[in-house]
């Protein structure tokens, strides 16, 4: 399911992400609705926010009265989100436009939005992903004017925060690499804690639905079982 929108830029792969989950084996496939209203937010278990534009998103959120209750739910509920969506759910945002940038704040890091600067806003890079199915066969990360993971700030509290998938550091543009090898937050371009999970590339615009998968069966139906 996703938070909906009207134009192409501002909102980017609703109907891809409806696709790959409808791809699914059938013993995992969730029914998936697209959501526009509070109403439809109630019907959900679980939420995909897409990419597009994160400020454009979080007002398009308020305008509808979305945004308050998708607060409250993502507290407590599985929540996915990609490229902007990845930015919503961060605890703290850096190059936010003028006037702020709502987050939900259920991840504990920073990110930076269009953290690729100007050369590489959009681009495609074999991931490392040794926390999905098949790890040895590399998934094509789709970078749209991606944010980057700045800082991984864990409490002792919360969850801990597990990498899903890596760039190669040799792929981080200069601007980005460090002489002291401090690579390691930028990398990071899939990440987990407990039920949330982001994604700074685009996975719903490959074929390759293996994070949808990774989604559905990590942060949605384990979440489902009962606690020992
Ligand atoms: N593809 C995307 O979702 C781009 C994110 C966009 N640069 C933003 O800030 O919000």
Redesign the pocket.
């Known amino acids: 399911m996703a938070v909906n929108g009207t134009r192409p830029h501002t909102i980017?792969g609703i109907l891809e992400h409806k696709a790959a989950l409808e791809k699914l084996p059938s013993s995992i496939r969730p029914e998936v609705i697209l959501v526009k209203t509070p109403e439809d937010l109630q019907r959900c278990d679980a939420l995909v926010i897409p990419?597009?534009?994160?400020?454009t998103i979080a007002l398009l959120a308020r305008l509808s009265g979305v945004l308050e209750p998708l607060k409250e739910f993502a507290k407590t509920k599985p929540v996915w989100g990609t490229?902007?969506g990845a930015?919503l759910l961060s605890q703290a945002v850096e190059n936010a436009k003028k006037g702020g940038q709502e987050l939900l704040g259920v991840m504990d890091i920073t990110i930076a939005?269009?953290g690729w600067g100007s050369q590489v806003e959009s681009f495609e890079a074999p991931l490392e992903v040794d926390g999905l199915r098949n790890p040895e066969q590399p998934f094509t990360g789709v970078f749209?004017?991606?944010?980057v993971v700045l800082k991984l700030n864990p409490s002792s509290t919360s969850p801990p925060i597990k990498v899903i998938a890596k760039l190669s550091p040799e792929l981080l543009p200069p601007s980005l690499s460090s002489p002291d090898h401090s690579d390691e937050p930028k990398i990071f371009v899939a990440l987990r804690q407990g039920l949330h999970f982001l994604t700074t590339f685009?996975p719903e615009l490959t074929e390759d639905n293996r994070f949808h998968e990774y989604f559905v069966r990590e942060c949605v139906l384990s979440s489902k079982k009962p606690q020992c």
């Open positions: 980017v990419g597009g534009e994160s400020t490229c902007a930015i939005r269009n749209i004017r991606a944010p685009h």
